[in-house]
């Protein structure tokens, strides 16, 4: 079964600065997919960025983008110039190939934004 | 920018009662699911549903659990009879993977279920 692990249940960051999510998976498959999901207060799921595993280079999206090591299964999450808005809980998600499936997601890292 | 919509936000149930939510997906999405999210923890696959059919389900998603798509537009998840530990907030999600696309999963603003 595939795992999902974030290390860090929670991160600070000063508004205007970067600070860097980390996530680790555990799977057999060679090609899958990969997000980044942010829950705010109004505990809804947004998706902020995906990474298809097969792609060697990172997916960017604006002030987001993500650092995959696919030998490390490691995928990381960097959001540069961090406003306000970002504050929220964000979590990392698995999904084998194919559609219908299932994502799992790791235990979430709630982001402080410090003005 | 076309969204998944869910209600009621907020559902409040006597244990052993039934509950049915309500999913509007995006249109022209294919695949539909289900998601929980118990206070403080992390977010549950609960099924799966295309064509008319369960695609996959997790151990959670038991007999007392039921997906129907009642209509072209309407998605729905029943709890048969309702016990303390289903209070959760409830996601339902959508997606649509066209040729050569990532199969990108869009989640409503989920209904809190509080079971009494």
């Known amino acids: 079964a595939q795992t999902v692990t974030q290390s860090q249940p929670e991160m600070s960051v000063q508004e205007a600065e970067t600070v860097t999510l980390s996530c680790t998976y555990d799977t057999s498959e060679s090609d899958y997919y990969l997000f980044w999901y942010k829950q705010p207060p109004s505990r809804q799921m947004i998706l902020v960025i995906r990474?298809?595993?097969?792609?060697?280079q990172n997916a960017t999206e604006n002030r987001f983008s993500v650092n995959f090591q696919k030998a490390a299964k490691s995928f990381s999450l960097k959001i540069s110039d961090s406003q306000l808005g970002d504050a929220a809980m964000y979590f990392c998600?698995?999904?084998?190939?194919?559609?219908?499936?299932?994502?799992?997601f790791g235990s979430g890292t709630q982001l402080t934004v410090l003005p | 920018e076309p969204e998944v919509t869910q209600t009621p936000s907020h559902q409040v149930t006597q244990m052993g009662q039934e509950v049915i939510l309500h999913c509007v997906p995006i249109s022209n999405h294919l695949y539909f699911y289900w998601y929980r999210q118990i206070l403080g923890q992390k977010v549950e696959f609960l099924v799966s549903f295309y064509n008319n059919e369960i695609s996959e389900k997790s151990e959670i998603f038991d007999d007392q659990f039921s997906v129907e798509r009642p209509d072209g537009s309407n998605f729905t998840l029943k709890i048969r009879s309702t016990k303390l530990e289903d209070s959760a907030m409830y996601f339902c999600a959508s997606s649509t993977a066209g040729s050569g696309r990532i199969d990108t999963q869009y989640f409503g603003p989920g209904t809190r279920l509080t079971v009494l």
């Open positions: 990474q298809e595993a097969y792609k060697q």
């Open positions: 998600a698995y999904s084998p190939l194919g559609s219908a499936r299932q994502l799992t």
